[in-house]
T-cell receptor
Framework: RKEVEQDPGPFNVPEGATVAFNCTYS??????FFWYRQDCRKEPKLLMS???SGNEDGRFTAQLNRASQYISLLIRDSKLSDSATYLC?????????FGPGTRLSVLP | EPEVTQTPSHQVTQMGQEVILRCVPI?????FYWYRQILGQKVEFLVS????????KSEIFDDQFSVERPDGSNFTLKIRSTKLEDSAMYFC??????????FGPGTRLTVT
């Protein structure tokens, strides 16, 4: 079983839509969780950390369910500039594991 | 805003040659990392470095790879004898104690 799995995508949504991405991880000892975004041929950029209590940053909401080993990212009122690949990152110890990413295209 | 920098942006080398990829992490960060991303594939962890030593490495990071922090600012990845399959984008990242990692723009390595 792959360590980190994500919705395969791509997601094509109109501007203003709400879109949710899911990520599951296999190692229950995982300690830290993050969402990154990556534009084509660019470096990953930190979007937000994911806390057990859930956290929100503007239009973005991240949630963690440790019991189900599941992380989610919700984007509200999507913008054209949100088009990117969204990467789930799971860390246990010093082991950093990226998911394969889910590509989002926001259409005008 | 402080950022991670990497040089060169693109390196072309012949199979069997040694390459050194260079990174300047964010100045007050303590943890340093190298990742690679083969075109069209996911980002893969190579190695983490803290307190002047490797703290974790992946199966990819074999004897052909080494890392060094030769001075107070640079962090390098050396590949001793490059193979065709080493062609990829190599990203350096750094973090403080929060382990929120900030990535450099990458070096595209092409092995011919």
């Amino acid at each position: 079983r792959k360590e980190v799995e994500q919705d395969p995508g791509p997601f094509n949504v109109p501007e203003g839509a709400t879109v949710a991405f899911n990520c599951t991880y296999s190692n229950s000892a995982s300690q830290s969780f993050f969402w990154y975004r990556q534009d084509c041929r660019k470096e990953p950029k930190l979007l937000m950390s994911v806390y057990s209590s859930g956290n929100e940053d503007g239009r973005f909401t991240a949630q963690l369910n440790r019991a189900s080993q599941y992380i989610s990212l919700l984007i509200r009122d999507s913008k054209l500039s949100d088009s990117a690949t969204y990467l789930c990152v799971v860390i246990y110890g010093q082991n950093f594991v990226f998911g394969p990413g889910t590509r989002l295209s926001v259409l005008p | 805003e402080p950022e991670v920098t990497q040089t060169p942006s693109h390196q072309v080398t012949q199979m069997g040659q040694e390459v050194i990829l260079r990174c300047v992490p964010i100045s007050n960060h303590l943890y340093f990392y190298w990742y690679r991303q083969i075109l069209g594939q996911k980002v893969e962890f190579l190695v983490s470095f803290y307190n002047n030593e490797i703290s974790e490495k992946s199966e990819i990071f074999d004897d052909q790879f080494s890392v060094e922090r030769p001075d107070g600012s640079n962090f390098t990845l050396k590949i001793r004898s490059t193979k065709l399959e080493d062609s990829a984008m190599y990203f350096c990242a750094s973090s403080d104690w929060t382990v929120e990692q900030y990535f450099g723009p990458g070096t595209r390595l092409t092995v011919t």
